[in-house]
């Protein structure tokens, strides 16, 4: 279903039950329930329930469930659920679910499950020690040294 309405801005395109809805900035696009809705930034792409959401921020690309949701600044990308949200920092990226929220910096960069909240500084990368989950394959001083040669 093409969904658009109450927008003033121009070039917004909306796919999904309302998408794209009482927008005032230009180049908005949403696809998802909900998407790219009530934002005030030029250059929102949305994709997702609720994604794009409250921006009055500009250059807001969000992917996921509530992604890219009430940011002031501007250049955020945001990719998984919840990630990107409640940001007065410009120029951030956050992957991965609930990763960069209420920040202040700029420049951040936040990659994992909660990675990056609450954080004022800036040009920081944050990895979440919560994404990494992989074991070493590199012998350590635990290891004995048995030839595998008979």
């Known amino acids: 279903m093409l ?6 801005g121009n070039f917004v395109v909306g796919v999904g039950t309302q998408s794209v809805n009482t927008n005032t900035g230009d180049a908005v696009i949403g696809i ?9 930034g030029t250059n929102v792409a949305a994709i997702g329930e ?3 959401y409250q921006n009055t921020g500009s250059d807001v690309i969000g992917v996921g469930r509530h992604s890219a949701y009430q940011n002031t600044g501007d250049g955020i990308i945001a990719m998984g659920q919840n990630a990107c949200n409640g940001n007065t920092g410009s120029n951030n990226i ?3 679910q609930g990763a960069l929220e209420s920040n202040t910096g700029d420049y951040v960069v936040a990659l994992g499950y909660t990675g990056g ?6 040009g920081i990368t ?14 350590n001083s635990s290891h ?4 595998r040669m008979p």
């Open 50 to 52: 609720q994604a794009g």
């Open 94 to 96: 956050g992957i991965g």
């Open 117 to 122: 909240l609450g954080n004022a500084l800036s």
């Open 3 to 8: 969904f658009r309405s109450s927008n003033t």
């Open 126 to 139: 944050i990895i979440s020690n919560n994404s990494l989950d992989r074991k070493s394959t590199r012998l």
């Open 144 to 147: 004995s040294s048995v030839s």
């Open 32 to 40: 998802g329930t909900n998407a790219a809705n009530s934002n005030s």
